[in-house]
């Protein structure tokens, strides 16, 4: 998509179709002759595990769309028939429920590895915030899609997410109106989720396609966070990565089969499965893990509009993050002490979605009662969702602008190949030093 | 050829990228002197081009807005039939729930002991302070109306739960008192009374 193109027409329809819209060429240059670092690791694979994600939502979804009827009368009732009495129906809902959850693990993956090989650092910038729109809109496509089945969880997880809109000062009761279209979650909300849940994974089709065009003209990141400087770095994309993406898409399929075949509803709630009472609310009502640690971050907080304005801040903070970040050096390889927040970070993350799928005032060690602080028990996961909430915000708006400026990083190799070309002169101190080259 | 003669040139014209840089030249926003500079007469083309601008701006406002406002309820939404509940049903600390405008109602048959500890609450610190008297109909304290959604993100709260004796919400935690005010948790309001008149003393008209 940008710099020269290697692509030579072979055969006269090549030719003849090149000159005029040359189709041929942009696969060529992108899928082919892209010239890709040589030293991507496994975590880089998640890209092309997200298109073919992206894929098969597409695929079962129309085919879903056939038999479900978006009426609050018939729609569970569509689902039950889908899985009982159209032809393969119980196969084609079960890799799209399941493949929503499996595309979450793709993304929150693809997102970690972004967040340490510091991918979102210039010139990168623009692919990381196309990559952030990219997952708000596919929270917000799987959110809708939650809805459809119109169980009991579908109802009052849409009543929740939609009420948060609710805490809006003055505008706020306006908005919901206008998002129910109606005085409740009903008819007209069903109807309206169905047809914006199947816009939107074509809306994410288009920013993935400027999201590899923004990679295809900075080119990819790689471990290092060196820059690609000449053709002795880089390898073409085929056969390389079109056979290492290959061989991760064949083991992530398996996971993904093993949960459709062996136990397809282990990531959904069984409360799901009881149609929609809007006069009952499910006594533990939990979003789908996907959504847990901003759950949790929401709870955390006790008033209600803050609590929003976290829940929101937690992800608004990722399209800033490419300025909040001062260091100069992308990859944590070279930056011990950030690293080190980093994998605090992480766990934080997995807490969040520990708290989130338990009641606020559930204790944290079972049995032990504390002292209370403010509102709540100190042992409670209300407490440990703020800590964690507290982690979760101060890493990226205290340690990463601050570690940039004070942290001493470790020396970086000259360029990608040196590492593998001279080993012993350019590896950093400590970091994967082969033993019998230790003093 | 016109346009040409009054010395327009391409709008916008950029220096060619720097290789392997990322920056625009500094030098577009001089690249057409005769455009915005005030040295020529503020002429009818630019009228022409803020009128042209100011027309299809307005227009596409006045699409935009159905397009937007077919969102909010529809005509039939809001022609809402009014209910009307047989309080005989209810018995003496009962509450039942009914549905109406698509959101539970609870209409609540209050015993003594609950009214008591309503009111002598009423003085107690709390979020949105209100008497009990003010959410009741005068006489009649034994039937509390409101509509049933919690007032922090619109769960149903569960009949008798809490630290209050009133409302339990499942889902974040608010109590409600006997009342049907909040007294801990993260919800903003009391629950909302809605619109109602006694038709007897047997009947209550709502909405």
């Given amino acids: ?439 | 050829m016109i346009w040409r003669g009054r010395g327009r040139t391409a709008p916008f014209r950029r220096s060619p990228q720097a290789k392997g840089g990322f920056k625009v030249a500094d030098s577009v926003a001089g690249a057409n002197p005769e455009h915005g500079a005030g040295g020529d007469d503020p002429s009818r083309r630019d009228f022409i081009h803020i009128a042209a601008g100011a027309v299809a701006a307005g227009a596409a406002v006045t699409i935009a807005w159905p397009l937007v406002d077919q969102m909010n309820p529809a005509g039939d939404t809001l022609a809402l039939a009014s209910l009307e509940v047989d309080l005989t049903k209810v018995q003496l600390g009962q509450s039942i729930s009914i549905k109406w405008r698509g959101k539970p109602l609870f209409v609540r048959h209050r015993t003594g002991a609950e009214i008591a500890a309503a009111i002598k609450d009423d003085a107690a610190p709390m979020r949105d302070p209100q008497t009990d008297e003010a959410r009741h109909k005068k006489g009649k304290a034994e039937w509390l109306v409101v509509i049933g959604t919690c007032t922090h993100l619109g769960c149903v709260p569960t009949f008798g739960g809490g630290d209050y004796g009133g409302w339990f919400c499942p889902c974040h935690g608010s109590h409600y008192d006997t009342s049907g005010r909040i007294r801990k948790g993260p919800a903003p309001k009391n629950l909302a009374v809605p619109d109602y008149a006694f038709l007897s003393d047997t009947m209550v008209k709502v909405g």
């Avoid at chain 1, 692509?7 to 003849?16: D, I």
């Avoid at chain 1, 189709?23 to 997200?50: C, E, H, M, Q």
């Avoid at chain 1, 992206?54 to 129309?62: D, E, N, S």
């Fill in chain 1, 1 to 439: 998509m940008s710099g020269h193109s290697s692509y030579v027409p072979k055969t006269g329809f090549e030719r003849w179709l090149d000159a005029r819209l040359p189709v041929a060429r942009l696969a060529y240059d992108s899928l082919i002759d892209f010239p890709t670092p040589k030293n991507l690791n496994y975590w880089y694979t998640f890209g092309g595990i997200l298109a073919l994600c992206l894929g098969i939502q597409l695929a079962t979804g129309i085919v879903l769309a056939m038999h479900y009827v978006p009426h609050v009368d018939y729609a569970f009732a569509s689902i039950e028939r889908i899985m009982r009495d159209v032809n393969y129906g119980w196969l084609i809902r079960y890799m799209h429920s399941n493949g929503a959850s499996m595309f979450f693990i793709a993304v929150y993956a693809h997102m970690f590895r972004g967040l340490y090989y510091g991918s979102y650092k210039a010139p990168r910038e623009l692919l990381w915030i196309l990559g952030c729109v990219i997952y708000l809109l596919m929270m917000a496509t799987a959110f809708m899609g939650y809805v459809l089945p119109w169980g009991q969880m579908s109802f009052h997880g849409a009543v929740v997410i939609t009420n948060l809109f609710g805490a809006l000062p003055i505008i706020g009761e306006s908005i919901t109106t206008w998002l129910w279209g109606g005085f409740a979650v009903d008819n007209a909300t069903l109807n309206r989720f169905f047809s914006l849940h199947y816009l939107m994974p074509f809306m994410i089709a288009g920013v993935v396609i400027l999201h590899v065009w923004a990679l295809h003209v900075t080119g990819n990141n790689n471990p290092t966070g060196v820059q690609v400087q000449s053709k002795a770095d880089t390898v073409p994309f085929h056969p390389y990565y079109t056979v290492k993406d290959g061989f991760a898409i064949a083991v992530f399929m398996l996971m993904f089969a093993a949960f459709v075949f062996f136990n397809p509803n282990a990531l959904g709630h069984p409360d799901n499965y009881i149609p929609a009472n809007p006069l009952v609310t499910p006594l533990h009502i939990v979003p789908e893990w996907y959504f847990l640690p901003f759950y949790a971050i929401l709870r955390a907080v006790p008033d209600k509009l803050m609590g929003v304005l976290m829940m929101f801040g937690a992800i608004a903070v990722l399209f800033i993050l490419p300025w909040l970040d001062t260091s100069r050096v992308r990859s944590l390889r070279y930056r011990p002490t950030t690293r080190m927040y980093f994998f605090i970070f992480v766990v934080a993350c997995f807490v969040l979605g520990f708290c989130g799928g338990r009641l606020p005032d559930d204790k944290v060690i079972p049995g032990l009662t504390t002292f209370v602080l403010l509102d709540a028990d100190l042992n409670s996961m209300v407490w440990l969702s703020r800590f964690a909430t507290a982690y979760y915000f101060a890493y990226f708006l205290l340690v990463l602008p601050l570690m940039g400026l004070s942290e001493t990083p470790l020396e970086q190799p000259a360029s990608i190949s040196e590492p593998v070309l001279s080993p012993s002169a350019a590896l950093p101190a400590g970091a994967t030093a082969s033993p019998e080259k230790r003093g």
